[in-house]
């Protein structure tokens, strides 16, 4: 999790204008020498609610969708100083963070939602993003997270849902808006935010990003890296709209490897003067001077709509992106308490090492999608319908490419590492390639029908197309005569995928509901990689079918205190079949395992007064893997890892005149590692990432008109912690120190 720098865009003269006008013009008389600063104040802070999701699949107000949607607005995120996607999700439960498997660290943004991984299934403007990176907040205008089956929104892969970025675009009026923040561990960051209307239609709006810092409490970890988004727009406020935007990232960081967990909480090792071993220090750094991650990533978006009547619209869609990926990477292996022949002994913990491995990660992502959908409000059989239809093209590429290594990678001193130690070290490109492709063509069609005042049914189907290409190169290369060889390994499989949904819409009263839903999704092999499998056991051999997920949630959302305040609560249950386990008898690879992931989740957003602002929520669940079995000893896996049974989240702000204090607190609990029924936790390697809270704390005032000044403290207590561990538990990623950013944001 990076924590690179903090901003936040200040008002827009436009928005002001337009609350002024909005004030009637009696109360402007009586209180005429204060409504104007309060106005002034509350546009500078903006509102944490969004009544409404940016994804037409979606035609009902949230209050009326039968299903949990949470929207995190720009206002929301700027308060918190949040730059990356990461520091936006922390105002949902429910989503944790995966580090990688063994000596691996994964790349990029790498959440996980109810017991699956969310890393394919986050999108932007409703397209699939692909991609290793870690994505900025300095182009969204909101963060939506879906949560639940979501196989008739999306297609494929969508077990537990997923994260829909909708990107700023231009609109009528002039703004221009900028931030510099800088901050502890020399935190540099700036952006700007210009819209300039062309015409009485048209308008063009630039966001752009600059920054360079280092990350809180680790030495030898920097970020740095520019962003770029163009938007224009045509035909506003008239029938027929045309949007070109673009969006270009560049990221240089040195990547993390993460610190050995020795001595943390619940640490074990045989050896017993290891197990009473102090911890490493936490800024230690245990890669090499030339570790390095570069990021490109490039996107172009072309949207058309045309209403073809005033109760329906017609739009298109058209994109084309491209990622690269290029990192080195130093990983971290086991710990070396006892070599006599290498001089390591128990008895000096000097000696101690660790072993590492060297890590080439050359990838590219390759997206092309055409969209085209229509809504419409129509009455039919006397019922009023909403209805939401569409179909997609998609082509999807990944290339992964290897590359020649020479020499070898030395341990590290555990305690006191040398970042100049022998290392191996990468050549070009050796004509390797780990590689695939999907094509999808999809048809979709929702429909909310109101029955009457009280009662409506929404339901929705999705029929996707789908044909997947892997074809792996390996390069040998003979020691001997230095010849090499290349064997191709091509695997196919195509299926067709059928996901649905329906729901039920009780209004008790105007302002609220109580509703009832089932939703399914399939993942079909080689769903999060494009990367088929010949190997009996593997979930991505293409003999398999499909995994099939089903989602039943009992909900009910309220609008209260004259509707400026959002509150949900849901009950539900996710449950994946199909999973691929082994029989404990004969060995045989079969599809009989489940994952079944229920709770409760409840949370609320907006004001609880003109000056009050929360958003919140917790979410309790209960994970269970039924009939998995990885070998013959008898003890199945009964839980699913890194799922926590209890997450809460929790950000309020009040303003008092120009001052506005906010604060903070997050809570995760245990996270097990080990899931296998019948284990000695006690002789496990970190078993659990134990519990913890992060408390933070903003304060905000407003210098002029134009100008306000932000400090955020995060951690405010310096809480100590684990925020993620790889899977072998030798490896930790710990929670950033207590850290400060002040921002200075400006209207000109």
Same mark, same amino acid.
């Given at each position: 999790?990076?924590?690179?720098?903090?901003?936040?865009?200040?008002?827009?003269?436009?928005?002001?204008?337009?609350?002024?006008?909005?004030?009637?013009? $009696? /109360?402007?008389?009586?209180?005429?020498?204060? *409504?104007? +600063? %309060?106005? @002034?104040?509350?546009? &500078?802070? !903006?509102?944490?609610?969004?009544?409404?999701?940016?994804?037409?699949?979606?035609?009902?107000?949230?209050?009326?969708?039968?299903?949990?949607?949470?929207?995190?607005?720009?206002?929301?995120?700027?308060?918190?100083?949040?730059?990356?996607?990461?520091?936006?999700?922390?105002?949902?439960?429910?989503?944790?963070?995966?580090?990688?498997?063994?000596?691996?660290?994964?790349?990029?943004?790498?959440?996980?939602?109810?017991?699956?991984?969310?890393?394919?299934?986050?999108?932007?403007?409703?397209?699939?993003?692909? $991609? /290793?990176?870690?994505?900025?907040?300095?182009? *969204?205008? +909101? %963060?939506? @997270?879906?949560?639940? &089956?979501? !196989?008739?929104?999306?297609?494929?892969?969508?077990?537990?849902?997923?994260?829909?970025?909708?990107?700023?675009?231009?609109?009528?009026?002039?703004?221009?808006?900028?931030?510099?923040?800088?901050?502890?561990?020399?935190?540099?960051?700036?952006?700007?935010?210009?819209?300039?209307?062309?015409?009485?239609?048209?308008?063009?709006?630039?966001?752009?990003?600059?920054?360079?810092?280092?990350?809180?409490?680790?030495?030898?970890?920097?970020?740095?890296?520019?962003?770029?988004?163009?938007?224009?727009?045509?035909?506003?406020?008239?029938?027929?709209?045309?949007?070109?935007?673009? +969006?270009?990232?560049?990221?240089?960081?040195?990547?993390?490897?993460?610190?050995?967990?020795?001595?943390?909480?619940?640490?074990?090792?045989?050896?017993?003067?290891?197990?009473?071993?102090?911890?490493?220090?936490?800024?230690?750094?245990?890669?090499?001077?030339?570790?390095?991650?570069?990021?490109?990533?490039?996107?172009?978006?072309?949207?058309?709509?045309?209403?073809?009547?005033?109760?329906?619209?017609?739009?298109?869609?058209?994109?084309?992106?491209?990622?690269?990926?290029?990192?080195?990477?130093?990983?971290?292996?086991?710990?070396?308490?006892?070599?006599?022949?290498?001089?390591?002994?128990?008895?000096?913990?000097?000696?101690?090492?660790?072993?590492?491995?060297?890590?080439?990660?050359?990838?590219?992502?390759?997206?092309?999608?055409?969209?085209?959908?229509?809504?419409?409000?129509?009455?039919?059989?006397?019922?009023?319908?909403?209805?939401?239809?569409?179909?997609?093209?998609?082509?999807?590429?990944?290339?992964?490419?290897?590359?020649?290594?020479?020499?070898?990678?030395?341990?590290?001193?555990?305690?006191?590492?040398?970042?100049?130690?022998?290392?191996?070290?990468?050549?070009?490109?050796?004509?390797?390639?780990?590689?695939?492709?999907?094509?999808?063509?999809?048809?979709?069609?929702?429909?909310?029908?109101?029955?009457?005042?009280?009662?409506?049914?929404?339901?929705?189907?999705?029929?996707?197309?789908?044909?997947?290409?892997?074809?792996?190169?390996?390069?040998?290369?003979?020691?001997?005569?230095?010849?090499?060889?290349?064997?191709?390994?091509?695997?196919?499989?195509?299926?067709?995928?059928?996901?649905?949904?329906?729901?039920?819409?009780?209004?008790?009263?105007?302002?609220?509901?109580?509703?009832?839903?089932?939703?399914?999704?399939?993942?079909?092999?080689?769903?999060?990689?494009?990367?088929?499998?010949?190997?009996?056991?593997?979930?991505?051999?293409?003999?398999?079918?499909?995994?099939?997920?089903?989602?039943?949630?009992?909900?009910?959302?309220?609008?209260?205190?004259?509707?400026?305040?959002?509150?949900?609560?849901?009950?539900?249950?996710?449950?994946?079949?199909?999973?691929?386990?082994?029989?404990?008898?004969?060995?045989?690879?079969?599809?009989?395992?489940?994952?079944?992931?229920?709770?409760?989740?409840?949370?609320?957003?907006?004001?609880?007064?003109?000056?009050?602002?929360?958003?919140?929520?917790?979410?309790?669940?209960?994970?269970?893997?039924?009939?998995?079995?990885?070998?013959?000893?008898?003890?199945?896996?009964?839980?699913?890892?890194?799922?926590?049974?209890?997450?809460?989240?929790?950000?309020?702000?009040?303003?008092?005149?120009?001052?506005?204090?906010?604060?903070?607190?997050?809570?995760?609990?245990?996270?097990?590692?080990?899931?296998?029924?019948?284990?000695?936790?006690?002789?496990?390697?970190?078993?659990?990432?134990?519990?913890?809270?992060?408390?933070?704390?903003?304060?905000?005032?407003?210098?002029?008109?134009?100008?306000?000044?932000?400090?955020?403290?995060?951690?405010?207590?310096?809480?100590?912690?684990?925020?993620?561990?790889?899977?072998?538990?030798?490896?930790?990623?710990?929670?950033?120190?207590?850290?400060?950013?002040?921002?200075?944001?400006?209207?000109?």
């Amino acid at each position: 999790m990076s924590q690179i720098n903090r901003f936040k865009h200040n008002k827009s003269a436009q928005l002001l204008a337009l609350l002024t006008a909005a004030t009637p013009v $009696g /109360a402007l008389a009586q209180q005429d020498t204060v *409504l104007p +600063q %309060v106005t @002034v104040e509350e546009a &500078a802070q !903006g509102t944490f609610k969004v009544d409404e999701s940016a994804n037409p699949m979606f035609s009902q107000p949230l209050v009326n969708t039968p299903k949990t949607v949470q929207i995190i607005s720009k206002e929301t995120i700027q308060e918190q100083g949040g730059i990356s996607l990461t520091d936006a999700l922390r105002n949902t439960p429910g989503i944790t963070l995966q580090l990688g498997e063994g000596g691996n660290t994964a790349a990029g943004d790498t959440f996980q939602l109810r017991g699956f991984s969310l890393q394919n299934n986050i999108f932007v403007d409703g397209i699939r993003d692909l $991609g /290793a990176i870690s994505r900025d907040t300095f182009n *969204l205008e +909101q %963060v939506e @997270v879906v949560k639940g &089956a979501s !196989g008739s929104e999306i297609g494929r892969g969508a077990s537990s849902g997923f994260i829909n970025l909708i990107s700023k675009q231009a609109h009528l009026g002039d703004t221009n808006l900028g931030s510099i923040t800088l901050g502890t561990a020399d935190q540099k960051r700036a952006t700007i935010d210009m819209n300039r209307q062309l015409s009485e239609t048209s308008a063009f709006r630039v966001n752009g990003l600059v920054q360079d810092s280092g990350v809180d409490g680790r030495n030898g970890i920097d970020n740095s890296g520019e962003g770029l988004a163009f938007s224009y727009a045509g035909g506003l406020g008239t029938g027929t709209r045309f949007n070109l935007f673009t +969006q270009h990232i560049r990221q240089n960081n040195k990547p993390d490897g993460g610190i050995p967990t020795i001595g943390l909480e619940g640490f074990f090792n045989a050896n017993a003067q290891a197990r009473a071993a102090a911890r490493v220090n936490p800024e230690n750094f245990y890669g090499e001077a030339n570790d390095f991650e570069k990021v490109d990533a490039d996107m172009v978006t072309a949207k058309f709509e045309h209403d073809l009547s005033p109760n329906t619209t017609l739009r298109n869609i058209t994109r084309m992106g491209k990622t690269k990926m290029d990192r080195v990477l130093t990983g971290l292996g086991a710990l070396v308490v006892d070599d006599v022949a290498l001089g390591i002994t128990p008895a000096d913990p000097s000696t101690w090492t660790v072993t590492r491995s060297r890590q080439r990660v050359d990838r590219e992502n390759t997206i092309l999608a055409n969209q085209t959908s229509v809504n419409s409000t129509l009455n039919l059989g006397g019922l009023e319908h909403d209805l939401a239809a569409g179909v997609e093209l998609l082509y999807e590429k990944e290339a992964n490419y290897t590359h020649s290594s020479t020499g070898t990678t030395t341990n590290a001193n555990l305690y006191n590492p040398n970042p100049n130690d022998p290392m191996a070290q990468f050549g070009g490109r050796n004509g390797g390639e780990a590689g695939g492709e999907v094509t999808t063509l999809s048809a979709y069609v929702f429909d909310t029908i109101k029955l009457n005042d009280k009662f409506s049914i929404n339901g929705g189907a999705r029929i996707d197309q789908y044909s997947v290409d892997t074809n792996n190169i390996t390069a040998t290369t003979d020691p001997v005569t230095n010849v090499t060889t290349f064997t191709t390994t091509p695997l196919e499989d195509s299926d067709r995928l059928f996901s649905w949904s329906v729901g039920a819409v009780y209004k008790p009263a105007e302002n609220g509901s109580i509703y009832t839903a089932y939703s399914t999704a399939e993942t079909p092999p080689a769903s999060s990689n494009f990367q088929l499998s010949g190997t009996a056991t593997n979930t991505n051999n293409p003999a398999f079918s499909p995994q099939e997920t089903e989602n039943i949630e009992l909900g009910t959302k309220w609008e209260l205190l004259n509707k400026q305040l959002n509150v949900s609560a849901a009950l539900f249950r996710n449950e994946n079949d199909k999973q691929v386990s082994l029989d404990p008898v004969t060995l045989l690879p079969l599809q009989f395992g489940k994952t079944r992931v229920q709770g409760l989740e409840v949370s609320a957003v907006g004001q609880l007064n003109r000056f009050w602002q929360v958003i919140g929520g917790f979410a309790k669940t209960s994970t269970k893997q039924i009939d998995q079995f990885a070998t013959n000893n008898g003890n199945p896996t009964d839980g699913v890892r890194f799922s926590p049974d209890l997450t809460a989240t929790l950000w309020t702000s009040y303003q008092l005149d120009k001052l506005t204090l906010g604060g903070g607190a997050r809570y995760v609990d245990e996270q097990k590692r080990v899931i296998t029924t019948g284990t000695n936790l006690a002789t496990q390697n970190m078993p659990v990432i134990p519990s913890y809270w992060v408390a933070d704390a903003m304060a905000s005032y407003q210098l002029t008109k134009d100008v306000s000044v932000r400090l955020n403290i995060y951690n405010l207590f310096d809480e100590d912690y684990i925020a993620t561990l790889n899977n072998n538990g030798n490896r930790a990623s710990l929670g950033e120190p207590r850290s400060v950013s002040v921002t200075v944001s400006m209207a000109f």
